[in-house]
Structure formats: C-alpha cells, structure tokens
Antibody, heavy 119, light 109 residues
Framework: EVQLVESGGGLVQPGRSLRLSCAAS????????MHWVRQAPGKGLEWVSG????????GYADSVKGRFTISRDNAKNSLYLQMNSLRAEDTALYYC????????????WGQGTLVTVSS | EIVLTQSPATLSLSPGERATLSCRAS??????LAWYQQKPGQAPRLLIY???NRATGIPARFSGSGSGTDFTLTISSLEPEDFAVYYC???????????FGPGTKVDIK
C-alpha cells in the first residue's frame, strides 16, 4: 500500500523559513518523480514543485520560484521542500504527491501538512 | 499559462442521477487532462488520467472524454459517496506548468 506522510508544518512568521518532509513507502521511491501541491484554506489546488527520480529535472511554480527548493533522498525514501522568505499567501495545506508517469498527473497523495504564515 | 475553466461551479443532483462536469482549456492540452475527486478533510484522489483512462480502483460509473480544449467527466449514476468537489488538471510545456481548474462541487439536491 502506497503511503505518503508529510511533516514539518506549523506557524511561522513572514520572512522566516520552514522545511517540509514527506516519508514514502509502499512503492519503489526512486522509480518516480514526486511533487508538492498546496491548497489554501477553502481554495483550490496549486502545484508548487516537482522533482524527477534522480533529481535531474526540477520545476517550480512561478509563485515560489527563487524562494522554495525541492529535494529528495532516495536512500531514505524521502521528499523535502525548503521554504524561505515565507509570505502570508503561502499559508496552505501542503500535499506530497506521487507522479503517476511522465510528469503528467498525481496518483497518490499524502494527507498534507498545514503551513500558516502569520505574525 | 494554460487556464482551465470548469462548469458548472455547483451541480445539485440526487443519488442515482447522472452527473456531467465540464472542463475547458484556454488552449489545446491534447489528451493530457486528469480529473480528481476531493471530499471534505481528505486529500484529492485521481479518478481519470489522459482524458479517458480510469485510475486504479476507480468504479466504472466514472468516465472521462474529450481532447484538445473540451473535456467531460461523467458519473453515470451518483452514489452517496460521490458528492464531493471535482478538479480537472493539465500539464503543459517544459519546464512543466501544472494547472488545476477551480473545481465543480457536486452536492445533494
């Protein structure tokens, strides 16, 4: 059974940093690209970032480019999101999602970790 | 950036009725469109990928169609557990740009 468990969320002041983690199990982690997708309270879904199986290809949404960094550790079956210079508009539930195939869609999702940016 | 528009915003139906949800892209996405279901307090679940392929474990009452700019998700006969919000999603370009539609809420009439 595929499991994705996010952690690292919390309340943080604007301008500060936070690092999210996602622990994966139930599939061969280093065979797949992985993504972060977020959802602001009461709003829709927004793709944040994705990383290929070997970290050779990485993409970011324009809204986080230059502030967020995605990474992975295949030996630990883990995905990360380093979030710097956080803004109020980054407040959201952050989901870790497994790429189904070829960077087109997401077939498994974690339950999310909540990030609240507020003074 | 490709913009996805979903209609209607809300669909009020009764169990057993047929639901037809629309997703329109601002430019062609070929067949690279997916549909997700999200229930309150839950993560999204992939229903349909590549416009018409059901994901693993998805019941046959869910079907997808379309290509280019116009896509449809059909639920042939609504079950009580189908009342939820449905999002369409596409990926375009490289480096990738993934976008989601604003969602259609299917609620109980």
């Amino acid at each position: 059974e595929v499991q994705l468990v996010e952690s690292g969320g919390g309340l943080v002041q604007p301008g500060r940093s936070l690092r999210l983690s996602c622990a994966a199990s139930g599939f061969t982690f280093d065979d797949y690209a992985m993504h972060w997708v977020r959802q602001a309270p009461g709003k829709g879904l927004e793709w944040v970032s994705g990383i290929s199986w070997n970290s050779g290809s990485i993409g970011y949404a324009d809204s986080v480019k230059g502030r967020f960094t995605i990474s992975r550790d295949n030996a630990k079956n883990s995905l990360y999101l380093q979030m710097n210079s956080l803004r109020a508009e980054d407040t959201a539930l952050y989901y870790c999602a497994k790429d189904r195939s070829g960077w087109y869609n997401f077939d498994y999702w974690g339950q999310g970790t909540l990030v609240t940016v507020s003074s | 950036e490709i913009v996805l528009t979903q209609s209607p915003a809300t669909l009020s139906l009764s169990p057993g009725e047929r639901a037809t949800l629309s997703c329109r892209a601002s430019q062609s996405v070929s067949s690279y469109l997916a549909w997700y279901q999200q229930k309150p307090g839950q993560a999204p679940r992939l229903l349909i990928y590549d416009a018409s392929n059901r994901a693993t474990g998805i019941p046959a009452r869910f079907s997808g169609s379309g290509s280019g700019t116009d896509f449809t998700l059909t639920i042939s006969s609504l079950e009580p557990e189908d009342f939820a919000v449905y999002y369409c999603q596409q990926r375009s370009n490289w480096p990738p740009e993934f976008t989601f539609g604003p969602g259609t809420k299917v609620d109980i009439k």
